[in-house]
């Protein structure tokens, strides 16, 4: 069957559906779902359990050991075969694959991250078509590459004996991580189209900024056409909103491909600018190609204005490294981002819009695709254009070192051609890196001898090395997007010396790995952090999602089956735990305690990333989301649930932030600021015990400049505290203008574990304006880590949780539900550190 997208005159597009699947030694088809995976498909028919639940994802494995086929029929009408041109457009085929239509063969497909075009004009016939696309199993196809090769990988992800991840260009993640399953698909990830046009028609517009100021922009139009019938056309350049006047040109197409260029103005344009920093302005552009009879071809892109420079140069500090986004140094906040499901197709736009809606209300500006995933889909830029989130854009390697093979080598030269020529146009797209750690890796992981690799294979792997990241790559970056930044590896620098913290990019891994407590995030501050995290477990509700009621133990089978981080993982978080918080008395306290744990931790390092800005100018942290069910280092669950980190990292984030600082017998009150203008406010500093009584206040004017980190104020703490117990003692700071708090914090003068926390009483009173509920909480003695769940409804989101309640402070927080004020006061619960404790 034919599904109709579009018609523009001249040319048609239809999505091929209807398709069918089967392994390809059985006769038997079933229907199957397209975008989809192989796995999918046979869930979808309960042939195979839900590898996400309990230990099923072993029970599947043997999946990525078959070849599978899939088809569909379709109708093609006479009008249709009469076109110049007819073309089957494959968007994502998972990973080797033959195509075949109508019995012959007609493409033959080996990397997940590249789309196909094929010409079938000669193949195809009016009426009925079959196309039939054959998976050959990943596993057998790449097992003659590791035999011939004589040598192992040391890909310590991949979650085999026999590592042959490095052979294919396919999602790295897919042969496992250490947050995720080993679950390798096949099959047709991204739409099948039927492509018909006459004469011409538009295979890229490449809008390229040249320069811009306050005056105008200078764009060069870049135009990739492909014709069928050569002669005179017009070219035609617009904007919906009349942004610029119209560009047109009547020129002699030779067949076959060509680029035309072609340059225009926009006078007084508006700048696109990061999110924080103003309006990410966005220029629709429409380019048309025309004969005499009318339009031939029609492309619609979204470009936006604004300068990006990484400033990633030697200074007097070391090595810098940051961006400046319109002439003005940003300090970036955000997260490293991984695929939001093993199985990509089940990411919905709405997953996307909420993932966008979610980092925006963190505050973020920056968020990194990750080298050990997939480039994503163009949704996912869209949205980071339209958000005003800049991407940081690893090309999809990580972990260890791949083959350079002249074959292999060509593999990738298409796969970043394809994947920078798709990408270019998006304003949001700040720079290209390499891969994920492999370059520090080879210096510091101990690969040759831990692997036993002669001198001959390792200089093997260093000459693959430098062919793939110093050269390949960087030339179809400057040769296909030239002026965006390249560099080669994230990380420039190592953790484990000094001065590796004053080199470019880190990712420190001293706290986790290490085991180092969370205070060495004060004293190992880089230029900018791009990795850096702690575990947590997620929610009660999704942890039942995988494990049964009786499971409630993170060594029970199916919750060690989804940690996946297995030298580390379980042990760690306990480590944590007992140093910093009373051991917790139940399995739903654990959870909770975890999240707070890993929340409390990574608070540490944000501030003291962004107090020691302009030295440290980017906090991206370890991990943003969950590619399935189960612990991890994610800041947000695989269902969407926020998790305590996320809460904090709204705070930690914020346009304006206060924190403190205990230093000796000192404490050190700083602001940060990432506005663009200066601003007077009142700082208000209050210590009092754990019931509410006051012992101390100050308060002063503060004048903060724009877009700095300053410290504002510093006193002894016997001046602050006097001869009060500091077991006993809160210290609460907030930033007020205009009656309205800018920021605030909470700083104690003892760790949790040791302070002595009361029973408190904390009275609720609920109201409901429109679709909102207020729900007001008061309390008489402190609350530490007051968590907010209603009873029937885990994906109830809250506009703050996790948060200290303090004495005589009432706290509104808001929530929408459909729910009367009556049910909203049956439903929601409401927990504190205090009733984790065991007495």
Not at 461 to 467: A, P, R, S, T, V
Not at 646 to 651: A, C, E, I, L
Request: hydrophobic share 35%.
């Amino acid at each position: 069957m034919l599904t109709h997208i579009a018609t523009a005159q001249r040319s048609e597009e239809k999505i091929l559906d209807s398709w069918e699947f089967s392994r390809t030694d059985d006769t038997r088809w079933r229907k199957a779902s397209v975008p989809g995976t192989i796995h999918t498909d046979l869930l979808q028919h309960h042939l195979i359990p839900d590898p996400h639940v309990g230990m099923n994802e072993k029970a599947v494995q043997w999946i990525d050991k078959e070849d599978w086929q899939y088809r569909t029929a379709f109708d093609v009408p006479a009008d249709w075969t009469a076109h110049d041109a007819l073309e089957l457009e494959l968007q994502g085929l998972d990973t080797y694959a033959a195509i075949y239509l109508n019995g012959q063969h007609i493409l033959k497909s080996n990397n997940m991250f590249v789309g196909r075009t094929v010409d079938v004009k000669e193949v195809i016939r009016t009426g009925r078509n079959e196309l039939r696309i054959v998976f050959y199993s990943p596993i057998k196809h790449d097992m003659p590459n590791f035999l011939q090769d004589g040598l192992i990988y040391p890909a310590g992800n991949d979650a085999s004996d026999i590592p042959l991840s490095v052979y294919a260009r396919k999602a790295p993640y897919h042969y496992g991580w250490d947050w995720g399953p080993r679950l390798v698909t096949s099959g047709i990830w991204r739409p099948v189209k039927l492509r018909a046009w006459d004469k011409v028609t538009i295979r890229d517009a490449w809008m390229q900024q040249r320069s811009i100021t306050d005056e105008q922009a200078q764009i060069q139009a870049a135009i990739t056409v492909f014709t069928a019938d050569a002669g005179k056309y017009k070219v035609e350049i617009t904007s919906k909103d009349n942004s610029f006047r119209p560009i047109q040109q009547k020129t002699f197409l030779s067949k076959g491909e060509g680029i035309l260029q072609l340059p225009f103005t926009i006078n007084q344009p508006k700048r696109w600018w990061p999110n924080g920093w103003g309006t990410p302005h966005l220029y629709t552009i429409q380019v048309t190609i025309s004969d005499d009879k009318g339009i031939l071809a029609r492309k619609e892109v979204k470009i936006g204005l604004r300068t990006i420079q990484v400033i990633n140069r030697p200074d007097s500090l070391g090595e810098s490294f940051y961006l400046e986004v319109n002439g003005r140094p940003l300090f970036a906040k955000g997260a490293n981002y991984i695929p939001q499901d093993n199985f990509l197709p089940r990411v919905s736009d709405k997953k996307y819009q909420q993932l966008f809606a979610d980092m925006k209300a963190a505050n973020f500006n920056m968020v990194r695709v990750w080298g050990g995933g997939s480039y994503e889909n163009d949704r996912f830029y869209e949205l980071a254009d339209e958000q005003g989130m800049l991407v940081w854009q690893d090309f999809m390697f990580a972990c260890t070192p791949y083959p350079s093979g002249k074959t292999f080598l060509a593999n990738v030269k298409e796969e970043a051609a394809y994947n920078i020529t798709r990408l270019r146009n998006h304003p949001s797209l700040a720079l290209w890196c390499g891969n994920n750690e492999v370059g520090v890796a080879i210096n510091n992981w101990g690969w040759k001898e831990g692997y036993g690799y002669t001198n001959q294979q390792w200089e093997r792997m260093l000459k693959g090395y430098e062919q793939l990241f110093r050269e390949l790559l960087p030339q179809q970056v400057a040769t296909l997007d030239s002026g965006r930044f390249y560099f080669h590896s994230s990380p420039i620098s190592n953790w484990g010396k000094k001065e590796d913290f004053t080199k470019g990019d880190n990712h420190y891994w001293g706290v986790w790995h290490g085991m180092e407590p969370f205070d060495a995030f004060r004293s190992h501050i880089p230029r900018f952090m791009s990795e850096y995290g702690f575990q947590s477990f997620p929610q009660l509700a999704t942890v039942r999602h995988f494990a049964g009621e009786h499971e409630n133990d993170s060594y029970s089978p199916s919750m060690l089956s989804h940690q996946k981080s297995t030298t580390r993982g379980n042990q760690a978080i306990n480590t944590y735990m007992l140093r910093d918080y009373r051991a917790p008395k139940d399995f739903p306290s654990f959870l909770y305690l975890s999240q707070v744990l890993q929340a409390e931790g990574m608070k540490i390092a944000m501030e003291a990333h962004r107090q020691a800005k302009p030295y440290c100018m980017g906090s991206l942290y370890w991990q943003l989301n969950d590619c399935w069910p189960g612990p991890s280092w994610s800041g947000i669950d695989y269902f969407g649930r926020w998790k305590a980190l996320h809460y904090y990292v709204r705070k930690a984030f914020a346009p304006v932030m206060i924190s403190a600082v205990q230093q000796q017998d000192s404490l050190h009150t700083w602001i940060v600021s990432d506005e663009l203008q200066p601003l007077t406010a009142m700082l208000e500093i209050t210590v009092m015990d754990i019931q509410g009584h006051i012992i101390n206040t100050h308060k002063q004017q503060v004048h903060i400049p724009a877009n700095t980190s300053s410290k504002v104020y510093a006193a002894p703490t016997t001046q602050l505290l006097g001869k009060a117990d500091t077991s006993r003692v809160i210290c609460y700071m907030k930033l007020v203008k205009d009656n309205k708090v800018l920021s605030d914090n909470v700083h104690y003068f003892a760790s949790t574990k040791a302070l002595q926390l009361e029973r408190p009483a904390i009275a609720i009173s609920i109201t409901r304006q429109q679709e909102e509920l207020y729900i007001t909480l008061r309390t008489d003695k402190l609350a530490r880590h007051v968590y907010l769940s209603l009873k029937d409804d885990p994906d109830a989101r809250f506009s703050d949780n996790y948060f200290d309640l303090l004495p005589g402070m009432p706290v509104t927080i808001r929530l929408h539900a459909g729910l009367s004020t009556q049910a909203a006061q049956q439903q929601l619960q409401v927990m504190s550190l205090i009733d984790t404790y065991k007495h």
